[in-house]
Structure formats: structure tokens, C-alpha cells
């Protein structure tokens, strides 16, 4: 099960394998970090989410 990158929760997983939540990338990466609907909630854009991963 994925896990929020931000809060470290599970996140739930919708029909199909899609997640509630996100997913976001850094500029330039190819890595993918999971957020939950909750931090998603929590923090207004991409940019801020971001900002809560090392
Ligand atoms: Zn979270």
C-alpha cells in the first residue's frame, strides 16, 4: 500500500489502483512521491507540498 511522503500515512486506495490523494515530482526528477487527500487538503499547491519533502 502506497504511503503519504509528507505525513507518512497510508494512502487509500480508489477503484482501479488510484490513489486519494496525489501524486506529485520535482522539477526535473523522475521520482514520484505519493501525498495523501489529507495533505493534499493541507497545503494549498504543489509547491508547498514540495516544500514538506527532503
Ligand atoms: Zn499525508
Do not use: D, P, R, W
Request: with cysteine; proline share 0%; charged share 40%.
Amino acid at each position: 500500500m502506497a504511503k503519504c511522503t509528507i505525513c507518512g500515512n497510508k494512502i487509500a486506495e480508489l477503484f482501479l489502483g488510484k490513489l486519494k490523494g496525489t501524486i506529485i515530482k520535482k522539477e526535473g526528477k523522475s521520482k514520484q512521491y505519493e501525498v495523501c487527500f489529507e495533505c493534499q487538503k493541507k497545503f494549498k499547491n504543489k509547491e508547498e507540498m514540495l516544500k514538506e519533502i527532503k
